[in-house]
């Protein structure tokens, strides 16, 4: 007889969350290589699309297929009580999750996706309840927080954590044979419009506030023929937007990018793209960028985090001012539209002082395009993230917590003034 296994998303703890095209893309990478080995049962917290969330107006997808969740406001756990801000639950009521389990047989494993640290109080929940309903399944976590945090997460009361992307012990712990040519188990969703993909691992850079060089190692290009199918898949099922989850998804573009792309506009595929975990400017050649807008990219997110060339030598050279007004160039002159073309600074990060984060901004904002602070989360295990034990104790996961660090680095003042900044700064565009 099959498996018969449970896949979670968890529910988000935290000031603020936005369905910002996320989906728990390394659960169900997981479970499509086991593609008809077990039976799968799908519950995310987090499905907008869920018959509780989709009747809620506040709540529907604007054009690109992100928007709010569902949430309700509760107390501040007491390490972040000084923070100014409500502190809130958000996702399906956890009510729903227990008569889900009171109604299914048992299951003999669950998987539990986890993505941020500081998100760690969802998991925990997740487990109790399955503890409660389903006694004998074995809970089983991967994903960001159990690799990044891996002592605090075996504390939680999971069965088995999978750390990093080695997952042949997890074949093992389930005594199941993998396929890894299957694509991601998109299809557990009832409806679908939002899908993911990732055409590589790891980056080239090795930036001092970022865990992707220790985790991924080497830049390494998934197979083409794999990401295809993965895009059929998804084009099959209905999706509508696609976000890619890459680290460096423009780095050596000749051999994924490019390919991939020009595959899209031969099968004739309409949808659009989106890359919200942000694009090395570095690479936007004039080529690159034809490409990109003609094969259905919408949204252009680019990691810039500040213009100050002191910061941007110490911190890793990713990425240059003068490279980020080119690139910019290219992608206007592609075509792409200057509203939907983002630069990310990061807000609270330990050099402010050398970061001249007003002044970067004013800089963004002289190309035409958006500027968005992406609030720093010290991450364990980072040279920047060590540093800033000086200020929290970054054992404990919920001080990674981007709203909470800019707050006790800056102050509240400081970083609202920055923020209201922000804000009118994209007004005059
Ligand atoms: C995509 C992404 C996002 C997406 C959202 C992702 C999501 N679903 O929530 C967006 C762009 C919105 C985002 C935002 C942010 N992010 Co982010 N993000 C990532 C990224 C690139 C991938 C995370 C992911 O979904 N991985 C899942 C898949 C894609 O990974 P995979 O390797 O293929 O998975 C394999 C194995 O890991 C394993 N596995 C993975 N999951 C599971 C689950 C189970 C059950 C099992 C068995 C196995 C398993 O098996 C998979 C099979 O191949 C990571 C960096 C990275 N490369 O991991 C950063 C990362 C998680 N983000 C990070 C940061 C800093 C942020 C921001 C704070 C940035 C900012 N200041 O705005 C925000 C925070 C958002 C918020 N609301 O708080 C940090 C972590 C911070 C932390 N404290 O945890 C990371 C690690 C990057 C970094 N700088 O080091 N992010
Ligand atoms: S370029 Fe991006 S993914 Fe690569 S190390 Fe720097 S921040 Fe991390």
């Given at each position: 007889?099959k498996?018969?296994?449970?896949?979670?998303?968890?529910?988000?703890?935290?000031?603020?969350?936005?369905?910002?095209?996320?989906?728990?893309?390394?659960?169900?990478?997981?479970?499509?290589?086991?593609?008809?080995?077990?039976?799968?049962v799908?519950?995310?917290?987090?499905?907008?699309?869920?018959?509780?969330?989709?009747?809620?107006?506040?709540l529907?997808?604007?054009?690109c297929?992100?928007?709010?969740?569902?949430?309700?406001?509760?107390?501040?756990?007491?390490?972040?009580?000084?923070?100014?801000?409500?502190?809130?639950?958000?996702?399906l009521?956890r009510?729903?999750?227990g008569?889900?389990?009171?109604?299914?047989?048992?299951?003999?494993?669950?998987?539990?996706?986890?993505?941020?640290?500081?998100?760690?109080?969802?998991?925990?929940?997740?487990?109790?309840?399955?503890?409660?309903?389903?006694?004998?399944?074995?809970?089983?976590?991967?994903?960001?927080?159990v690799?990044?945090?891996?002592?605090?997460?075996?504390?939680?009361?999971?069965?088995?954590?999978?750390?990093?992307?080695?997952?042949?012990?997890?074949?093992?712990?389930?005594?199941?044979?993998?396929d890894?040519?299957?694509?991601?188990?998109?299809?557990?969703?009832?409806?679908?419009?939002?899908?993911?993909?990732?055409?590589?691992?790891?980056?080239?850079f090795?930036?001092?506030?970022?865990?992707?060089?220790?985790?991924?190692?080497k830049?390494?290009?998934?197979?083409?023929?794999?990401?295809?199918?993965?895009?059929?898949?998804?084009?099959?099922?209905?999706?509508?937007?696609?976000?890619?989850?890459?680290?460096?998804?423009?780095?050596?573009?000749?051999?994924?990018?490019?390919?991939?792309?020009?595959?899209i506009?031969?099968?004739?595929?309409?949808?659009?793209?989106?890359?919200?975990?942000?694009l090395?400017?570095?690479?936007?050649?004039?080529?690159?960028?034809?490409?990109?807008?003609?094969?259905?990219?919408?949204?252009?997110?680019?990691?810039?985090e500040?213009?100050?060339?002191?910061w941007?030598?110490?911190?890793?050279?990713?990425?240059?001012?003068?490279?980020?007004?080119q690139a910019?160039?290219?992608?206007?002159?592609?075509?792409?539209?200057?509203t939907?073309?983002?630069a990310?600074?990061?807000?609270?990060?330990?050099?402010?002082?050398?970061?001249?984060?007003?002044?970067?901004?004013?800089?963004v904002h002289?190309?035409?395009?958006h500027?968005?602070?992406?609030?720093?989360?010290?991450?364990?295990?980072?040279?920047?993230g060590?540093y800033?034990?000086?200020?929290?104790?970054i054992?404990e996961?919920?001080?990674?917590?981007?709203?909470?660090?800019?707050?006790?680095?800056?102050?509240?003042?400081?970083s609202n003034?920055?923020?209201?900044?922000?804000?009118?700064?994209?007004?005059?565009?």
């Amino acid at each position: 007889m099959k498996p018969r296994i449970l896949l979670v998303n968890p529910p988000i703890y935290d000031f603020a969350a936005y369905d910002f095209w996320l989906k728990p893309y390394g659960m169900l990478s997981v479970a499509g290589y086991l593609r008809e080995k077990a039976d799968f049962v799908l519950f995310d917290y987090l499905d907008r699309l869920d018959p509780f969330m989709a009747g809620q107006e506040q709540l529907k997808s604007d054009l690109c297929g992100r928007g709010r969740f569902y949430f309700e406001k509760i107390t501040s756990p007491e390490c972040l009580k000084n923070i100014p801000r409500h502190f809130r639950r958000f996702g399906l009521p956890r009510s729903l999750f227990g008569d889900f389990l009171k109604n299914e047989k048992p299951f003999d494993f669950v998987l539990v996706q986890t993505t941020m640290t500081y998100w760690y109080p969802g998991v925990r929940e997740v487990i109790e309840d399955i503890r409660k309903f389903h006694p004998n399944a074995k809970i089983i976590l991967g994903g960001n927080y159990v690799t990044l945090c891996s002592t605090h997460a075996g504390n939680l009361g999971a069965d088995f954590l999978v750390q990093g992307t080695n997952l042949e012990p997890l074949w093992k712990y389930l005594d199941i044979i993998p396929d890894l040519n299957q694509p991601a188990l998109w299809e557990i969703y009832k409806e679908l419009k939002v899908g993911i993909l990732k055409l590589a691992d790891g980056c080239p850079f090795s930036c001092t506030y970022c865990s992707v060089p220790k985790v991924y190692g080497k830049f390494k290009p998934r197979s083409l023929k794999h990401s295809l199918n993965e895009l059929e898949l998804l084009y099959r099922l209905g999706v509508e937007n696609v976000a890619f989850y890459d680290d460096a998804l423009l780095f050596e573009a000749e051999t994924v990018l490019i390919p991939f792309l020009e595959k899209i506009i031969k099968n004739k595929i309409k949808i659009n793209f989106h890359s919200p975990n942000a694009l090395n400017a570095r690479f936007v050649t004039s080529e690159l960028a034809k490409l990109m807008v003609s094969s259905g990219f919408k949204t252009f997110y680019l990691g810039f985090e500040s213009a100050s060339s002191q910061w941007q030598k110490q911190t890793g050279s990713k990425v240059f001012s003068d490279e980020l007004a080119q690139a910019v160039e290219k992608l206007l002159a592609a075509g792409a539209d200057a509203t939907n073309i983002t630069a990310y600074q990061i807000l609270g990060h330990p050099f402010i002082d050398i970061q001249e984060l007003e002044e970067s901004m004013r800089f963004v904002h002289s190309l035409g395009i958006h500027g968005m602070l992406a609030d720093f989360s010290p991450i364990p295990g980072t040279p920047d993230g060590e540093y800033c034990r000086k200020w929290i104790n970054i054992d404990e996961p919920l001080m990674h917590n981007k709203t909470a660090f800019p707050v006790i680095m800056m102050g509240f003042d400081e970083s609202n003034r920055l923020k209201d900044l922000q804000r009118q700064l994209n007004r005059t565009l």
